[in-house]
Structures are given as C-alpha cells and as structure tokens.
C-alpha cells in the first residue's frame, strides 16, 4: 500500500523562504525522496524502558513494523531538539503495548510526541504559494511514499 498527504507549509521569514527554495531544488527528478513524518501514525509513549527502547500505546505498530521492516521514527519535544531513531524490533506486550527497540539510544519519555517516518518524494514538479503578507508564504505541497 502507498500513501500520500498534501499539507501547507508556513514560511514566515524570506530566510525560510529561501531554504525551503533550496530543499526542493535539491530534490532534482521525480524519485529523488527524503523522510517525512507520516501525519495519521502518531503515537503515545508510555514509558521509557531503557536510552533503547519505549513502550507505545496500541499494538498496530508491530504489525506495520513486521510490513515493512527498517521503520524510522521521529521524536519531538516542545524546546528540545528533534530526534530520529531506526526501529530494530517492535514486540506486543500483551497488555495492550508494544515495546519499540532502537538501533542507538534515544532518550526520550512520555512527555515526548512521535510519528513514524515515510520515504517519500514530491508528487508533481509544480509548486502552489500563496503569499500572505511581505515575506511570509504559505506553500501547498504533496508527496507520495517510496518503499525502501
């Protein structure tokens, strides 16, 4: 199964502007991809186990783990600084959880959200940007997933 999002991406600064210019000037040819939080696979941390492994909410996650092995997943904190960890193994609890292996240590607990990471790519070569005042745009994009 593939998937793709459209989502906006607000601009408020000419230097934003002028990166996010870049970022996709970088992506030359329709299969050149980058990793993009997916918006509907956000999930709740329940504890932190050990620096390599958490307990999430649900157990859907080790059936898209055992789908499609190599998951990423991206960890925010409101005043931290983002974090990306490789899922090694994702194994059901039998409470209700699934406990999440990593690769390297990423500390993080409950009070941080996380998203699993897609593979994807820019869906056309157009872009859409409506600015919203001097310097400050608002950029519809798509993209659409790639396996890896």
């Known amino acids: 199964v593939i998937r793709g999002w ?15 210019d870049a970022f996709t000037a970088a992506l030359q040819g329709r299969l050149v991809g980058f990793w993009f939080p997916a918006p509907q696979a956000a999930f709740q941390i329940i504890a932190a186990v050990s620096p390599t492994a958490c307990d999430i909410a649900g157990e859907a996650f080790a059936g898209t783990f055992g789908d499609s092995p190599g998951v990423f997943v991206w960890f925010t904190k409101e005043g931290e600084t983002p974090k990306a960890a490789k ?7 039998g409470d209700g959880t699934t406990r999440l292996q990593f690769e ?4 993080v607990d409950a009070t941080w959200l996380a998203w699993d990471l897609a593979y994807v790519r820019l869906a056309d070569d157009t ?5 919203t005042s001097e310097q400050r745009q608002r950029r ?8 890896v």
């Open 104 to 107: 390297e240590s990423v500390t």
């Open 140 to 147: 519809t994009v798509q993209v659409v997933e790639l396996r």
């Open 6 to 20: 459209s989502g906006q991406v607000w601009l408020d600064d000419l230097a934003a502007i002028e990166m996010f």
């Open 127 to 131: 872009e859409q940007a409506e600015f």
């Open 87 to 93: 899922v090694v193994a994702a194994d059901l609890n």
